[in-house]
Every structure is written in structure tokens, then in C-alpha cells.
């Protein structure tokens, strides 16, 4: 084995750590076990693990709702994680902010957002402070397709174009906001056009492939490095759960899912990795049990932790 | 001392700032070549180049959030609303965002951010160019909002402003903009300072702030000559609100007129009403009186915005009559 063949095997097993964690977590949250609401991203694996490996360690990351993956693949511990989501003190906020507000900037991850949109103008201020600074790193904005219509992104894009900010728009489409159909919200679907509206390459790729994601955002993250400015990339890609705990996907069919699922990100990087002679199937099989394993623990852990102390409700509102 | 106006002294303590500190920057729209709509940046462009001094497109909801984004990476930016009515266009990114990355996120997370907006009616600029919004900030935790009436705190507050570690939001009031006063700029940093008696008097209580602290200032010199000694307090930090030294001034003179440019439900004068009435009711020998701007929207006409909005005249009238003379 070599060092590329031993990076393939660890991103694969980040993408199934996430599936994992975020099949736990949802079954957390059906069951009760876990109160509140939660979006998990099952299905859109390749598209964080892809981003992630294309970055490099100082470039950050905001994310959105649906940000678990993101903040695995740059290197969140699912402990803390996991905590966060039963609202303990071992979360990654002290389980002030629950599943969409976890932050670990040593990491480079600036957190997810409660308000879709919201996060696109931090991150270009991520990146105009890079710019200022003259450092080479870029600033990588998680969005969806719901994003596409807030005020912040057309404004936004305008911004970094004209500044030659050095900031990423990654667009994750699955297809629906929460229920409504790219179709029926926008009158153009072809979103890569909108970037050279802007005056920013735009690109439309398969958000499934691992391989086309991460060396098409090295490319552009290499351009965006050397002040040649933003770029919108967008990853077209399926979430195989609902919107929200309690979603029962009234608005599209199971035979629309079932087909998604056959060209999922999962089965397609495992295919290629034991295609390829870099793993067997008794590698996955190994894999598998480890990374079940490691969010059991994160489970256990979280149960144990205790709920924060009532006494600090009001520390810290104030820097 | 100097003769120095209130959008010199802004403008010079971002100039002090920024010549100390590269983290500093200013951006918002036309502030550059022409040196902001009131001119407040005049020539600050010349002197730190457009990299510092950002001339933004019109998008208050993008840059006030990639201000936002900036100061948690280190930054301490500034940001210019033209009129405080646009502020409306970034409320999510001051709300939603600014406001509690810190609570949410901890230490990691720091926001030093300053929004500065001129607010205040009084120039025949119509309902959506006069407002005062800034109630709806202080009904918003983990935000600071400041108001100078004087132009030796509209330095030292800014600096201040821009040293916090926090968003703070900067009420500046285009009737204070051409004020002139005999004052020393003090060097040096300090914090925001909390509200502070501007002249002491036994008779009667005013509490104020922004513009319309000048007009109580004014008032209390005509009340001096008919022998009533006015209390006056200057609020100068809206939120969070330190009400100590209204309490004091107030269980000495047992009667409490709160003047506020705001509409009348919900705002500044009813919050300090209120803390009054829980902390001092057994010190007030008559019912609080407000003058606040009535529940309307700001008109055009001369008329009828003179009609909505509280000067000195009313003041006088409002405080004989707390005094039963």
C-alpha cells in the first residue's frame, strides 16, 4: 500500500463514518431518545469527504443545516458531535446550539448556520480577510439549492467576483428544498449559468463521484489561492433521508429514490477501491465494524455526559 | 481645545484606529470618493486606500455579513449604513449571526464588530430615511448598542466601539453631525462608558440620549432660569443598560422624565419606565412622563415631522407639568 492508496482508504471510511453517524443520529431523534429536530445528510457523503480532501488544513469551512458530514470530513470528533446533539455539556457549544450551530475553528471549521443563506457572506469575509492578510487560503461555503434564491447569494457572488475573493461556492443540490423541487422554484435549473452572471466560472459535476469532487474543487481552490478569485461548483446529489425528523416524503417516490441509491456514493467508492485491488472485502467488512463501533462510543459517551449546569444559562453572552 | 464637530470626532477616532491597528477597516457604500453621505469619511480613502476603505456595492444583508465573517478571523471592521432605515436589509446577519456566535460557540468566537448608522429624524427626509431602529437591538442579546450625544463621546465611544470585543451597534444622529464643540480628544482606549449625569440638579429627572440630549441639554438651561434644577442624565450604552445612576438621581428627586426619538411602544423610554417603576416605586411622588415620537411613521413635510418629534419647547412644557407648576 501506498500513502495515495492509504488516503483513499481513509476517506472512504470518513464517508461511512459520517453515513453511520448520521443513521444513528437520526434513529436518535425517531426514537425519541433525542429531543429537537435534526438534518442529516445521508446520501451527500462524497461531496463532504471530496471537499475536505481537496482543502488544505488552514483553509476553512461554513456549512449549513445539514452540516454533520462537512465537520466530520475536516476533522470534527463525533464525540463531541454527538454530544452536541443531546444538548450536553461535552458538546461542541455546551449544547447551546445544537445540531446546526457546532463550531471548531482550530479545525477550520466555522460552523454550520440556522438560516439558509446566512452563511455565504461569512464566509466571503472568511476570505476577504484572507486577502487581506495575503495569506493562500481559500474560504469553502457549504450551500444547497435552497440557498439559490436569498438575497445574500446573488449579492454575495457579486461581491467576490468583484473583489477576486478567494472563496469556494459549493452547492450541494438534492434536488429539493425541504420539499419543494429545484423545478418549482426557480425558472432556470441550470445553476452553473448564474455564476458568469456574476463573472465567476461555474461548473456542474456529479456530487456522488469523490473523485470528480475533489479534484474539481483542487483546481479551483489552486485558482482561487493564486487571486484568480471565487468560483461556484455545483455537486449534483441526492440526500436518501427527509428533510427533518418526521419528513415521510410525501413529494417524491420511492422508485425515484431507489434509483439514486444505486448510484450512491458509498457503493461506488467501494466498488472502485476493490476494482482497484486497494481494499477486499473483508477490508470493508473490518472497516465497517470499526466505524459502527466508534459511534456507539460516541453514543455512550454523550448519554453519560451530563445536561449543562443551569447556573451558567447566562455566562457569555458578551465577549 | 479645538473646535471640533461630531463627524470629525467619528471620523478621526477611526483614523486614530486605524493608523494603530491593520486589523481595522471600513467599509459601506460611498463611503470613498465621496467620503460617505454625511461625509463622515471624507479623506479616508486618500489615506488608506481602497483596501481599508471598501466601497461596497448596494448590499447591506452581504456586507454587513462578510463583516461579520471578517472579525471572527480577527478583523475589527466597521461598517457604515448610510440611514439607519437600510439596516433593516442586514438584520439576519447582525440577529442571527453576529449576535450569537459567541453565546453558541464560546470563546473561539469573537465578533468585534461596529455597525455605524445614522439615525434621527429632523431633516425632511421622509418615513424611511428618518428612523430610529435602534430599540430593536437592544431586544436583541449578545448585541451592544451605543448612542453619543456629545462630540467628545463620539470619539472616545468609537474607539471604544471598535476595541469591543462584541458587535456594537453606533447610533449617530444626522443633527449632531454639524455640532461643534470646545474639546480635547483624549488619547488612549477605554471602555463603553454607561450612562452619566451631564448636570446635576435636585428638582426633577431627565433621562436621554442622541440628539435628544442636546434638546434636554437646552431645555435644562431655560428650566435653570425659572429655578428648576434638572437632573441630566445621558445614556450614551442603550444595551446593555446599567440603570444605576438613574435610580440614585431619581430616589433624589422623586420625578422622572425619560426623552426618547423612538416610537412610543416598546422602546428605550418604556424598558427604563419600567425598571423605575420595579426598583424605585416607593421613591417616585409622580407617575413617570415620556416624551417619545408617537406610534407613526416619520412624514415628509416639515409640518408634520416637527408635530411627531420632541425638541426643547416640549421638554419645558413637559417637565412643568411633572412639577404640578
Not at chain 2, 177 to 189: R, S, T
Request: hydrophobic share 40%; net charge neutral; with cysteine.
Amino acid at each position: 500500500m501506498n500513502s495515495k492508496s492509504d488516503k483513499l482508504i481513509d476517506d472512504y471510511t470518513t464517508m461511512l463514518l459520517i453515513r453511520c453517524f448520521e443513521e444513528t443520529v437520526d434513529e436518535l431523534f425517531t426514537t425519541g431518545v433525542v429531543a429537537g429536530t435534526v438534518h442529516t445528510c445521508v446520501g451527500q457523503e462524497a461531496v463532504a469527504v471530496g471537499v475536505a480532501s481537496a482543502l488544505q488544513k488552514t483553509d476553512v469551512v461554513t456549512s449549513n443545516h445539514r452540516g454533520h458530514g462537512h465537520f466530520i470530513a475536516k476533522g470534527g470528533d463525533i464525540r463531541r458531535m454527538m454530544a452536541e446533539m443531546f444538548g450536553k455539556v461535552d458538546g461542541y457549544s455546551g449544547g447551546r446550539g445544537g445540531s446546526q450551530l457546532m463550531a471548531d475553528y482550530s479545525l477550520g471549521f466555522m460552523g454550520g448556520n440556522g438560516i439558509v443563506g446566512g452563511s455565504i457572506p461569512l464566509a466571503a469575509g472568511m476570505a476577504l480577510r484572507f486577502k487581506q492578510q495575503k495569506k493562500f487560503n481559500v474560504a469553502a461555503c457549504f450551500i444547497g439549492d435552497g440557498s439559490f434564491n436569498q438575497g445574500t447569494f446573488h449579492e454575495t457572488l457579486n461581491m467576490a467576483a468583484l473583489w477576486k475573493l478567494p472563496v469556494l461556492f459549493l452547492c450541494e443540490n438534492n434536488l429539493y428544498a425541504m420539499s419543494t423541487p429545484v423545478a418549482e422554484g426557480n425558472g432556470n435549473t441550470d445553476f452553473a449559468v448564474r455564476a458568469a452572471s456574476y463573472g465567476m466560472p461555474g461548473v456542474s459535476i456529479d456530487g456522488n463521484d469523490y473523485f470528480a469532487v475533489r479534484d474539481t474543487v483542487r483546481g479551483y481552490a489552486g485558482l482561487a489561492r493564486s487571486g484568480e478569485g471565487p468560483a461556484f461548483i455545483e455537486f449534483k446529489t441526492y440526500r436518501f433521508s427527509g428533510h427533518s425528523r418526521g419528513d415521510q416524503r410525501l413529494y417524491r417516490t420511492r422508485e425515484e429514490e431507489n434509483s439514486w441509491k444505486r448510484k450512491g456514493p458509498l457503493r461506488r467508492m467501494k466498488k472502485y477501491l476493490v476494482d482497484n485491488d486497494i481494499m477486499t472485502d473483508a477490508d470493508d467488512r473490518e472497516i465497517k465494524k470499526a466505524v459502527r463501533k466508534k459511534v456507539q462510543e460516541a453514543v455512550k459517551f454523550s448519554k453519560t455526559s451530563p445536561y449543562p449546569d443551569k447556573g451558567t444559562l447566562l455566562e457569555g453572552v458578551y465577549a | 481645545m479645538t473646535m471640533t464637530s461630531y463627524s470629525e470626532a467619528i471620523r478621526q477616532a477611526m483614523t486614530d484606529c486605524m493608523k494603530q491597528d491593520p486589523d481595522v477597516f471600513l467599509m459601506g457604500e460611498d463611503i470613498g470618493v465621496y467620503g460617505g453621505a454625511f461625509g463622515v469619511s471624507r479623506g479616508m480613502l486618500a489615506q488608506f486606500g481602497p483596501e481599508r476603505i471598501i466601497n461596497t456595492p448596494l448590499s447591506e444583508g452581504s456586507f454587513v455579513g462578510m463583516a461579520v465573517g471578517a472579525a471572527l478571523m480577527g478583523a475589527r471592521p466597521i461598517v457604515e449604513i448610510m440611514f439607519m432605515d437600510f439596516i433593516t436589509l442586514a438584520v439576519d446577519q447582525l440577529v442571527n449571526q453576529a449576535a450569537k456566535l459567541h453565546y453558541v460557540y464560546g470563546k473561539q468566537a469573537r465578533c468585534p464588530l461596529v455597525i455605524r448608522a445614522a439615525g434621527g429624524a429632523g431633516r425632511n427626509y421622509g418615513p424611511t430615511h428618518s428612523q430610529n431602529l435602534e430599540a430593536w437591538f437592544c431586544h436583541t442579546p449578545g448585541l451592544k448598542v451605543v448612542a453619543p450625544s456629545s462630540v467628545e463621546d463620539a470619539y472616545t465611544m468609537m474607539k471604544a466601539a471598535i476595541y469591543d470585543d462584541n458587535p456594537v451597534i453606533f447610533l449617530e444622529h444626522k443633527l449632531l453631525y454639524p455640532i461643534k464643540e470646545d474639546c480635547i480628544l483624549v488619547p488612549g482606549k477605554s471602555k463603553l462608558p454607561g450612562p452619566v449625569r451631564l448636570q446635576q440638579g435636585g428638582d426633577v429627572t431627565i433621562v436621554s440620549y442622541s440628539y435628544m440630549t442636546f434638546e434636554a441639554r437646552m431645555a435644562a438651561h431655560i428650566l435653570q432660569k425659572q429655578g428648576i434644577a434638572v437632573d441630566l442624565i445621558d445614556l450614551r450604552t442603550l444595551h446593555p443598560l446599567d440603570e444605576t445612576i438613574i435610580l440614585e438621581s431619581v430616589k433624589n428627586t422623586g420625578k422622572l422624565l425619560i426623552v426618547a426619538e423612538e416610537p412610543r411602544s416598546c422602546g428605550i423610554s418604556a424598558e427604563i419606565s419600567s425598571r423605575i417603576f420595579e426598583q424605585a416605586y416607593d421613591y417616585i411622588d409622580a407617575p413617570v412622563r415620556r416624551l417619545t415620537m408617537p406610534d407613526v411613521p416619520v412624514s415628509a413635510s416639515p409640518s408634520l415631522e416637527k408635530a411627531a418629534m420632541p425638541d426643547r419647547a416640549a421638554i419645558v412644557r413637559a417637565v412643568h407639568e411633572l412639577m404640578g407648576s
